[in-house]
């Protein structure tokens, strides 16, 4: 029944995506386990604290934030079928749907592709902007193309690849853990002073996460 469930949630995230009105009333999901991880990096990440300490705090976020996404899969998950029971797979295909970002990136990419189809540079590299974070006020057209193009290829396994995979491996558990743990990384999960020894199993956890999603993606 896995399948069925993904192409469920692939079809969803295509149609309607996550729309601007709920995430103006709700958020989204992942914004979630950034408030959870903010809030402990907050209280967990202190200049003064030894890197000892901080990277086994890393460690209990990452935990905290992971066990939360799985309980809420797992418990949506029991509770689809318990209420919908053969019908279940529709539920869960929904609600897996926002762990997808197919809508997304094609929003966020073909602007760019518009403005220069439209031979509009600055519209362009304003649009490719906001999906790379280098300065792009140099760029010629190709080089605003292949910016573009750089970042969709690199947010597919993110975005797309790994969700999918881990939603067909371990069911709505499996995509959300993923989603915490991607989110965690991109939070956390850098080299520089502030973040190397608490988000240490951030970044180690989402490499280790994306090894094989990362295969199959190419």
Known sequence: MAEPIAVLAILVDIAIGWPSAVYARVGHPVGGFAHVIGWAETRWNGPSLSSAYRRVAGVMTLVLVVAIAIGI???????????????AWLAIG??????????????????????????????????????????VASLDEAEVARAAIESLAESVCDGVVAPLFWLLVAGLPGLWAYKAINTADSLIGHREERWRAFGWAAARTDDL?????ARISG
Do not use: E, F, K
């Not at 899969?73 to 019908?87: E, F, N, P, Q, S």
């Not at 609600?95 to 031979?119: E, F, K, Q």
């Open 94 to 135: 929904i609600l897996a749907a926002p762990g997808l970002a197919i809508r997304s990136l094609y929003d966020h990419v073909m602007p760019v592709a518009r403005a220069l189809d439209a031979c509009n540079l600055q519209t362009a590299r304003d649009r490719v902007a906001m999906i790379v974070g280098r300065d």
């Open 73 to 87: 899969g797992w418990g949506a998950t029991v509770l689809a079928r318990h209420a919908l029971g053969a019908m």
């Open 209 to 213: 996460a994306n090894l094989l999603p």
